[in-house]
Antibody, heavy 123, light 109 residues
């Protein structure tokens, strides 16, 4: 069965950096696009970033563009999110999510989600 | 950016009753709309995509309709496990600028 397990969250000071990881199993990771989606405490969902199945293209929400970098290592079945210049408003649970659809295609909605990792930006 | 607006924010429904949730887009998203269910402490679950297609394993009591700017999620007869928060999400843009509605909480009346 599909499993997505995030790690790397924690408490970081404003201006600091953090790298999140998402370990994938149960499907052919190298064939699917992947996303990061976040949810601030008690708030709704916000899409953060998307990377194509082969890493050839990456897209970001305006709120994180220039500060966050999505990447993947298909040999390790792992997705990453490098977060720099963190702000208080980046505090959220970060979910990795698999793009729906046929292998090597893009649909831009999410059929499997991890359980999330909490990032808290605070001094 | 396409703004998604959900209404009502909270819906109080008795078990067995019908629930109707609305989602409005600030501009047309064609049928490029998905619905998710989220329970406390859990990740969201995909219910509907393409505005009206149920995802695998989703019960038939969930149905989606609409196109353009107006969408509806209907739960025909609420079960205890359906009390949750529901989000709509548009995926009409390329490059992607995916946006969610603010959510509708379905609570027990």
């Amino acid at each position: 069965q599909v499993q997505l397990v995030e790690s790397g969250g924690g408490v970081v000071q404003p201006g600091g950096s953090l790298r999140l990881s998402c370990a994938a199993s149960g499907f052919t990771f190298s064939s699917y696009g992947m996303h990061w989606v976040r949810q601030a405490p008690g708030k709704g969902l916000e899409w953060v970033a998307f990377i194509r199945y082969d890493g050839s293209n990456k897209y970001y929400a305006d709120s994180v563009k220039g500060r966050f970098t999505i990447s993947r290592d298909n040999s390790k079945n792992t997705l990453y999110l490098q977060m720099n210049s963190l702000r208080a408003e980046d505090t959220a649970v970060y979910y990795c999510a698999k793009d729906f659809g046929r292998p090597s295609s893009v649909t831009l909605y999410f059929d499997y989600w991890g359980q999330g990792t909490l990032v808290t930006v605070s001094s | 950016e396409i703004v998604m607006t959900q209404s009502p924010a909270t819906l109080s429904v008795s078990p067995g009753e019908r629930a109707t949730l609305s989602c409005r887009a600030s501009q047309s998203v064609s049928s490029n709309l998905a619905w998710y269910q989220q329970k406390p402490g859990q990740a969201p679950r995909l219910l509907i995509y393409g505005a009206s297609t149920r995802a695998t394993g989703i019960p038939a009591r969930f149905s989606g309709s609409g196109s353009g700017t107006e969408f509806t999620l209907t739960i025909s007869s609420l079960q205890s496990e359906d009390f949750a928060v529901y989000y709509c999400q548009q995926y009409n843009n390329w490059p992607p600028e995916l946006t969610f509605g603010g959510g509708t909480k379905v609570e027990i009346k």
